[in-house]
């Protein structure tokens, strides 16, 4: 069941191992279930939001960047652990896409989840929020 959050909700998350932490200021509950080849074997739940919403708290020097085929996308994740916490996405190059399984907390049940098929990219991407 999702909750019905009308109010911005600040989050803190991170990697397994707790080297990476964030914060982030969530505005509208909603997350997009992407079924693309790297979105299904890291099992991403999606969170795009601005950049100012934000905030790396510890672990920028441990973080490793992953990039493929077009390598606008920035796949950040944990040098240590190997969690994928947030990256920067192709779609949305100008904001933090955070995957709402890394938030502190049993907390996905806030969300509404909406299936997005990155499967067929290119034909879905003005889909996107």
């Known amino acids: 069941m999702t909750a ?12 397994h191992c707790g080297a990476v932490r964030f914060r982030v200021v969530v505005d509208t509950h909603k997350a997009d279930d992407c079924n693309c ?3 299904r074997k890291k ?19 441990l973080l490793t960047t ?12 944990c040098s240590v652990c190997g969690i994928h916490s947030f990256y920067i996405p192709r779609s949305h190059p100008d904001s933090i896409d955070v995957n709402i399984r890394c938030l502190d907390g049993d907390v996905v049940s806030n969300f509404e989840i909406v299936p997005f098929d990155g499967a067929n990219w290119e034909e879905n991407i003005h889909k996107l929020r």
């Open 66 to 77: 992953y990039r493929f085929n077009t390598g606008v996308a920035q796949h950040k994740f």
């Open 37 to 39: 080849s790297i979105c």
């Open 4 to 15: 019905n959050i009308k109010e911005p909700v600040t989050y803190e998350g991170g990697c």
């Open 43 to 61: 099992g991403f739940l999606h969170l795009i939001v601005p950049r100012d919403k934000f905030t790396l708290l510890q672990g920028e020097d």
